[in-house]
């Protein structure tokens, strides 16, 4: 291809390395950038190497955080005693929009995955221990994926709340709020049914 | 939300400047760049910097170069003589890949827009006129989308055209290749029908 510009080749081939950016979308971003918002492109350049700079992890629960520990594990309106953990702070970031929890979080940056060689210390699972071991955690809920890997990693994690003496939930499994039974999988299904409660 | 990171909320809000992202997207670009590759992030940014500062426009095409007069408009293989105009760089991308053309290009960097405020001036038509006035184009192929606005804007630069006594052709529309007629939308197929050859 004929192009007079290696600073453009090296943008789109820098943007492909976003997630789910590929060739044709980096070029649309590129000549979107360049043609209407340079002053984006810019903000964007800078709010990367800001935070990257910035933003580190939380000493105690692992999510990221500009601060040593970050604001959810410094606030006194939160309990201790409940530990959830989950897998990525995308998952945080949901679970808060929920509402549904007033605990605090262990954030596992992953999940176990032998395959890939993810054990327990790549995952960080030590310093979880550290945790556990601190004597403020009552209650672990496990809110791993529902994947066959968070499984795994909920069950070990499992492991090591009960050999603490520490209670261990998993958040429950069944048919989504607004879900249609025809349009619902099997398996999902199955675990509604084996996870059924007293109405 | 409590987030105890406004580095990571800035570079959210940077991220969902780009086009086609929104704000799930850019959380999970933001994510992925601080939690799995930071050598991206600084690569982006770079990137993204040295693109603003060197990338200008062609003194002649207009498109995107980062010398004074593009690699196309300089290039002894290609028919100054033949001047193709298309609205953006994408266009240009695209038509340099299918190979089917040797000339030059003019960019418009828009299209005619009345009621977006667009018009020649801020289109840069003076520009055009200029290079037709130049003495070396004979023909002005109107590659502007088949859009309404499109058309429009290659009905305009065609009357710019023929009033210097140049050819003005216009790419042609129908059915795409591979396109089965009972797909194909009653416009196209209508454009197909009044275009017609002898085969």
């Known amino acids: 291809m004929i192009e007079d510009t290696k600073a453009l080749e090296d943008l ?14 980096a070029q649309r971003m590129a000549f979107h950038l360049l043609g209407r918002d340079r002053d984006a492109a810019r903000n964007i350049a800078h709010a990367l ?3 990257v700079e910035r933003i580190g992890h939380c000493q105690r629960c692992n999510n990221f955080s500009e601060t040593e520990t970050c ?30 929890f007033s ?6 940056m992953g999940r176990l995955s032998p395959l890939d060689g993810i054990g327990p210390d790549e ?16 209650e672990v809920i496990l809110a791993t994926n529902a994947t066959v890997e968070g499984e795994a990693t909920a069950h070990y994690i499992g492991e090591l709340a009960r050999r603490r003496n520490l209670l261990a939930t998993r958040i429950a499994c069944g ?3 607004g879900g249609e039974l025809e349009y619902i999988d099997r398996g999902t299904l199955a675990r ?3 996870g059924r ?3």
Chains 1, 2 share one sequence.
């Open 197 to 199: 409660r007293e109405a």
């Open 103 to 108: 605990g605090t979080y262990f954030v596992l």
């Open 192 to 194: 509604a049914f084996s």
């Open 123 to 138: 995952l960080g699972l030590p310093k979880l221990e550290a945790l556990l071991d601190g004597g403020t955690v009552r």
């Open 71 to 100: 604001a959810i594990c410094r606030s006194a309106r939160r309990d201790t005693g409940l530990l959830c953990v989950v897998e990525s702070p995308a998952d945080l970031v949901s679970l808060e929009q929920s509402g549904a």
């Open 49 to 51: 190497l800001h935070a």
């Open 12 to 25: 789109k081939r820098a943007l492909k390395r976003l997630p789910g950016v590929g060739a044709k979308s």
């Open 175 to 177: 048919v989504p709020i």
